[in-house]
Every structure is written in structure tokens, then in C-alpha cells.
């Protein structure tokens, strides 16, 4: 059913990210053609600089609605998942910082490469820790990420599990969290793709994906990916994941 709603709306997406995408191109390139030569006054920098940056988010949101659509050619290679988890923690590593979270990592450093998009995969962690930081702020407090990687028992498959300290999923919620544009932040603070888009990614992929609450509090997302494309094992389940 999930495959299903994601296909509808991906069709539907797909179609309107391409006709924002070619204004948007347009708009960026005459930018940074300005931008490169300095054709306006200089009182106006700042100005053109935020026009450049918020058309640059934009042009980033149809890049997303893209990958979520399957529009986007997948780029396959052998990657290294810690090492592409490595980048997306750095990436939020400010965020972080900011707001008194702790990340404890767990990497196992003989972990088979996969044959993934790493854009694309950089895309899933990036969305799922993303969501951990809006969890853990909901709290109130400072709070704890603990990222485990680990391959199954029979070497076939990466589980890569992301557990914060929030107040977890809610029962009603739960049921959800995978459907497009549904979101239970704020109004402005969340577009209800960001684990749509994941699920369609670790979909196309041959993996999957799961959001789950931890039984000490807080959620808990499991991404288990096949190392060759195909590959499945029936014995493992995404679920089985050990945090102790």
C-alpha cells in the first residue's frame, strides 16, 4: 500500500519538479553570472546574495522531490556506509553543538562496502538525523544520538540503526511516518517528505527501512541495506538490532 501511494505521488511530484526546474536553472545562472561579474552595485551585495541563497534552496527542494519521484539517474558504486555517515554528522556537527547533543557512534570499521548512490544515501542519513535533532529539541533538553553500524549474521546485508532521546513516536503517529507530506512539526518546520523521500530511496535500493520506538524512550530508524543489489536475506529483519 506504501509502494502504492509513493508511486501515485511520485508521478504527480515528478511532473512538477520539472517544470520548476527549468525558471529555477535559469534564475541561478543569471545570479551567479552577476554574482561572477559584479554587474550591480556593491549596496546590493548582501541582497543578491540571499536572492542566490533562497533560489539555491529551492533549486535543493526539486533536486529532493526528484529523488523521491525516481527521476534522478542513480549513480551506483561501492560505498563505504561509516564513511558517508561520517560526512552527514560533520555536516550537522554545528547543529549539534548548538544545541547540546551528544552523538556516540558505532561503527564496525570491517564493514563490507555496498553498491549504493552515495548521494542518495547521504540523502537518507541526513534526513533521518535531521529528524533526531527536531526530536530531541521537542524535549526541551540536551539529548543523546547513537548511530551503530553492523553487518547481519550472514554478512549479506548492512544494518545502520539511529537512535535519539526524545520523546519518540506517537502511537497514532507511528502508522504514518513514511507517507508523503504528512507531518506532525509546526506548521513551516517540516515539509512531510524528508522520510518519504528516505523510504523511497532505501526502496529503490533493495533495502529497508523502519521507525520504531526504543523500549528506554526516544525512536529508533533501522536501515538495512543488501551489499550486492537483490540480495535479501528472510532470516534478519531490519528490526533486529541490538542497542545494549
Known amino acids: 500500500m506504501q509502494s502504492e501511494k509513493l508511486a501515485a505521488v511520485g508521478q504527480f511530484v515528478a511532473g512538477i519538479a520539472h ?25 546590493l551585495r548582501r541582497e543578491v546574495q540571499t536572492i542566490y541563497r533562497e533560489a539555491d534552496r529551492a533549486a535543493k527542494i526539486v533536486r529532493n522531490l526528484l529523488a523521491f519521484s525516481g527521476s534522478r539517474r542513480s549513480l551506483r558504486r561501492r560505498v563505504s556506509v561509516n564513511a558517508v555517515l561520517q560526512k552527514v554528522v560533520g555536516l550537522r556537527a554545528q547543529a549539534h553543538r548548538v544545541s547540546q547533543i551528544e552523538v556516540v557512534r ?23 538525523l535531521v529528524n533526531a535533532e527536531h526530536a530531541i529539541a521537542a524535549t526541551g533538553r540536551s539529548g543523546r544520538i547513537e548511530i551503530t553500524t553492523r553487518a547481519s549474521r550472514s554478512g549479506g546485508r548492512i544494518l545502520v540503526s539511529v537512535r535519539d532521546t526524545g520523546n519518540g513516536i506517537p502511537a497514532d503517529v507511528l502508522s504514518r511516518i513514511f507517507e508523503p507530506f504528512y507531518t506532525s512539526k509546526d506548521v513551516g518546520q517540516g515539509t512531510g517528505l524528508g522520510l518519504a523521500i528516505s523510504y523511497g530511496i532505501v526502496q529503490e535500493h533493495g533495502g529497508e527501512i523502519l521507525g520504531t520506538n526504543h523500549k528506554e524512550g526516544g525512536a529508533v530508524f533501522t536501515i538495512d541495506l543488501p551489499i ?9 529483519p531490519a528490526s533486529a538490532v541490538s542497542f545494549n
Not at 520548476?20 to 556593491?42: D, S
Open 19 to 43: 517544470v520548476l526546474n527549468t525558471p529555477l536553472q535559469g534564475v541561478l545562472g543569471h545570479l551567479e553570472l552577476l554574482r561572477v561579474t559584479g554587474a550591480f552595485p556593491k549596496n
Open 106 to 128: 558505532h561503527y564496525d570499521e570491517k564493514l563490507p562496502r555496498v553498491q549504493s548512490d552515495p548521494l542518495l544515501l547521504h540523502q537518507v542519513f541526513l534526513n533521518i
Open 228 to 236: 550486492e543489489p537483490g540480495r535479501r536475506e528472510e532470516n534478519e
